[in-house]
């Protein structure tokens, strides 16, 4: 299903159906999930232009009500001044996005995992993250490749204390996603005091045979983009 194509196209197997249509001087978009509701929207556009089925930052659905992905997992303890690599697996959005005269537009959103929502930090300042809680690997497990995707996780500890970290919160605007047989991401965190972690994304792809996935927030008119999110309120 990932992938570019020109329109008209239609992709289908078992679980999903995908389809933009010629219909007069429009186009229609139909998307139809199994035992699922059907979406369909109507497209002014040309035969010019192109669509792509990208997984995307995870932090879209049920709303666009935050930019962070909390993933709690199974306390680990690093010892001090210690790094080793952890693999999370994260929930999968995935993106129907047209281009025409150069412009993208994201026509449909949708997501075969549940969605959840947590608050990180204290209920009068803290975050509203998009929540997932994963079990740790450490190698990259199977997946579900339109449901789950694979983080690998570079923890630092910086400290010179042993610190226990059970969740990583990573900010939607600076995320690299690709895809191949899976869908990745790679990450770090430094664990910079007993309550304090930094986290960003590493620009590789999890192997020379996967793709750069779309950013659709890395385009957004944002005045201000940190590359690094800083986790004040513990880890």
């Not at 992709?11 to 159906?17: E, M, R, V």
Request: charged fraction near 25%.
């Amino acid at each position: 299903m990932y992938g570019r194509y020109e329109i008209p196209f239609e992709y289908s197997d078992d679980t999903i159906t995908l389809s933009i249509t010629e219909d007069g001087d429009f186009f229609r978009y139909i998307r139809q999930i199994a035992d699922g509701k059907k979406e369909q929207k109507t497209l002014l556009t040309t035969e010019s232009a192109v669509v792509a089925v990208n997984p995307i930052e995870p932090v879209n659905l049920p709303k666009q009500i935050t930019q962070y992905l909390e993933i709690e997992f199974t306390p680990v303890l690093i010892e001090p001044e210690g790094t080793k690599v952890i693999y999370l697996l994260f929930p999968i959005e995935i993106g129907v996005i047209v281009f025409g005269n150069k412009k993208m537009e994201a026509v449909d959103i949708f997501s075969f995992c549940p969605q959840k929502y947590s608050l990180y930090g204290p209920s009068g300042g803290g975050v509203i993250t998009k929540y997932y809680a994963s079990d740790i690997y450490s190698s990259p497990p199977e997946s579900d490749r339109y449901c789950t995707g694979i983080l690998r996780l570079e923890i630092e500890n910086k400290t010179l204390e042993w610190a226990n970290i059970s969740r990583t919160v990573l900010d939607g605007y600076s995320m690299k996603i690709y895809y191949g047989p899976y869908v990745s991401m790679l990450a770090r965190m430094k664990i910079l005091t007993p309550t304090n972690a930094e986290t960003e994304f590493i620009r590789n792809p999890a192997a020379s045979d996967f793709q750069k996935a779309i950013e659709i927030y890395h385009t957004r008119s944002i005045p201000s983009i940190k590359n690094t999110y800083l986790m004040e309120w513990g880890y």
